[in-house]
């Protein structure tokens, strides 16, 4: 059974820093990419960041202040989240992930599977 556990979310002042975690069990890790998601109140769920096969892509919005990470042998994904805004507010998932010739996608197997995500709530 495939499955995700994100941690690490937690309420922090703006300009300050978390890392959130994923563990992945229950497929081959090594063999797909990874991403995260994040859904903000009252919107959709929306891409953040995605690695895989050497390559990494940001969503513009986090560019330069996101950074995702793997480790292999720990099946697990990282977000470290720095100089987070207001508007980082959202609660955050983890999948799995492939590269397209359109982006970065999830494949298609591992759609019905979300964890629970963590929240992240950035406030003064």
């Known amino acids: 059974q495939v499955q995700f556990v994100e941690s690490g979310g937690g309420l922090v002042q703006p300009g300050g820093s978390l890392r959130l975690s994923c563990a992945a069990s229950?497929?081959?890790?090594?063999?797909?990419?990874m991403s995260w998601y994040r859904q903000a109140p009252g919107k959709e769920r929306e891409l953040v960041a995605c690695?895989?096969?050497?390559?990494?892509t940001y969503a513009n919005s986090v560019k330069g202040r996101f950074t995702i990470s793997r480790d292999v042998p720990k099946n697990t994904v990282y977000l470290r989240l720095d100089n987070l805004k207001p508007e980082d507010t959202a609660v955050y998932y983890c999948?799995?992930?492939?590269?397209?010739?359109?982006?970065?996608?999830?494949?298609?197997?591992?759609?019905?599977?979300w964890g629970q995500g963590t929240q992240v709530t950035v406030s003064s």
């Open positions: 229950g497929f081959a890790f090594s063999s797909y990419g």
């Open positions: 999948n799995a992930a492939v590269f397209t010739t359109r982006a970065c996608e999830i494949p298609p197997e591992f759609k019905p599977y």
């Open positions: 690695i895989g096969g050497g390559t990494i």
